[in-house]
Nanobody
Framework: QVQLVESGGGLVQPGGSLRLSCVVS????????MAWYRQAAGKQRELVGR???????LYADPVKGRFTISRDNAKNTVYLQMNSLKPEDTAVYFC??????????WGQGTQVTVSS
């Protein structure tokens, strides 16, 4: 059974940084695409960024230059480093594993609140 568990969320002041982690069990992340999504209150879930099994990354325009996705295959963990955080980054952040057969798995989410 594939499980994704996010951690690292919390309250941070504007301009601050956080690093989210997503630990995956039941599957080897090195062969699949991993992604981070977020969902703000009252809004639809949106892509933050993703990393291919080859290590190629793609980011949504609002976070380009501020967020970085990385992967530690030995730890079966994906990270989202978030710098220069803004109040509009406030959301629940979800980790996603995508298989070529279109099967997807999601974590339970971790809350990030950017506020002074």
């Amino acid at each position: 059974q594939v499980q994704l568990v996010e951690s690292g969320g919390g309250l941070v002041q504007p301009g601050g940084s956080l690093r989210l982690s997503c630990v995956v069990s039941g599957s080897i992340i090195s062969i699949y695409r991993m992604a981070w999504y977020r969902q703000a209150a009252g809004k639809q879930r949106e892509l933050v960024g993703r990393i291919s099994r080859f290590g190629n990354t793609l980011y949504a325009d609002p976070v380009k230059g501020r967020f970085t996705i990385s992967r530690d295959n030995a730890k079966n963990t994906v990270y989202l480093q978030m710098n220069s955080l803004k109040p509009e980054d406030t959301a629940v952040y979800f980790c996603n594993l995508y298989r070529p057969d279109s099967t997807e798995y999601w974590g339970q989410g971790t809350q990030v609140t950017v506020s002074s």
